[in-house]
C-alpha cells in the first residue's frame, strides 16, 4: 500500500512552486531596486553640498544682506546633505523602481490591460516630476519671498538648514502626489468605479477638497494654498479629459419597460 502522505506531497510541491518562484523575483526585484538607490547615492554623494546649496536657492536669495541659513544641530553640516542625496537617490529611481514593479505583475495582466499600464507608468513618472518642478520653480520663490518680507523689522531671518529641508521635501512630495490626480481620475473611470458623468457632477466637492488639501499641506497663507489647489483642480480636470477615452456607456437595457 501506498503511503497517503506521499501522494499529498507532489500536489504541495505542484502548487506550492510557483508561490516560492514570485516571491524570489519579488525578492530579486526589491534587491535590484535597493541597488539602484545606492548606486545613484554613491554617484551623487560628492556633489552633496553643491545639491543642497541648489535646493536653498528659493530662499537665500530672498535672505537679508548679512544673513545666511545656519545649523543648529552638531551634526546637521553632514545629516542634511546625506539626508538629501539619499532621497534625491530615490526620487530619480522611481522609473527603474516603477520599470521593476511592471515587470513583476506584467505577466498577471490581460492584453487591453497592458495596453494602458505602460502609458500610464510613463505619464505617471513625469506628472511626479513635473510637480517637484513646478513647486521649485513656481511655488518656493513666492513662498519665501512673501515670508521673507513680513517679518519685524529688527528679526534678522537665519533659518536652520535640517528644518528648511523637511519643510521643502513635504512640498516635494506633496506637489509631486497632487500632479498624479490626472492618473488616479483617469484609473477610476478605466476601472468602471465611476463614470465621466458622475464625477464631473462632482466637481464643487471637488474644487472644495481641492482647497482643504492645500490648507493642510501647504504653509498657513493663501498663497500657497491656491498655488496647490488650482493645479489640483485643472489636472482632474485633464484626468477628465483623457478619462472620456475609456468611459463605459451605462447599460440601458434594465431600463426598458
Known amino acids: 500500500m501506498t503511503n497517503p502522505n506521499t501522494q499529498e506531497n507532489p500536489q504541495e510541491d505542484q502548487h506550492g ?28 554623494y560628492s556633489w552633496s553640498n553643491e545639491l543642497y546649496l541648489f535646493v536653498s536657492e528659493p530662499l537665500r536669495r530672498f ?49 487591453h490591460e497592458k495596453k494602458f499600464a505602460v502609458p500610464l507608468l510613463v505619464s505617471s513618472v513625469l506628472l511626479f516630476y513635473s510637480g517637484m518642478a513646478f513647486a521649485y520653480y513656481a511655488v518656493f520663490p513666492i513662498i519665501f519671498g512673501f515670508f521673507t518680507s513680513i517679518g519685524p523689522e529688527g528679526v534678522a531671518m537665519m533659518t536652520d538648514i535640517n ?29 468602471g468605479l465611476s463614470d465621466v458623468k458622475s464625477i464631473g457632477e462632482k466637481r464643487p ?5 481641492c482647497f482643504t488639501v492645500g490648507m493642510l499641506i501647504t504653509p498657513p497663507d493663501v498663497i500657497s494654498q491656491t498655488l496647490l489647489a488650482v493645479p489640483m483642480w485643472l489636472l482632474f480636470e485633464v484626468g477628465l479629459l483623457f478619462g472620456r477615452l475609456v468611459d463605459k456607456p451605462e447599460d440601458t437595457s434594465n431600463q426598458e419597460a
Do not use: C, N
Request: hydrophobic share 60%; proline share 6%.
Open 17 to 44: 512552486q510557483p508561490l516560492i518562484a514570485h516571491l524570489t523575483e519579488l525578492r530579486d526585484r526589491l534587491l535590484r531596486s535597493v541597488l539602484i538607490i545606492l548606486v545613484v547615492f554613491v554617484g551623487l
Open 205 to 209: 466637492y471637488v474644487i472644495v477638497g
Open 163 to 191: 528644518q528648511y529641508l523637511d519643510f521643502v521635501l513635504k512640498l516635494f512630495f506633496a506637489f509631486g502626489v497632487a500632479f498624479e490626480i490626472p492618473i488616479a481620475t483617469f484609473l477610476i473611470i478605466a476601472a
Open 63 to 111: 535672505l537679508p544682506e548679512g544673513t545666511s541659513m545656519i545649523a543648529t544641530g552638531v551634526a546637521s553640516p553632514f545629516l542634511t546633505p546625506f539626508k538629501l542625496t539619499l532621497m534625491s537617490a530615490i526620487f530619480l529611481s522611481v522609473p527603474f523602481i516603477l520599470h521593476q514593479a511592471w515587470s513583476f505583475i506584467a505577466p498577471g495582466l490581460y492584453k
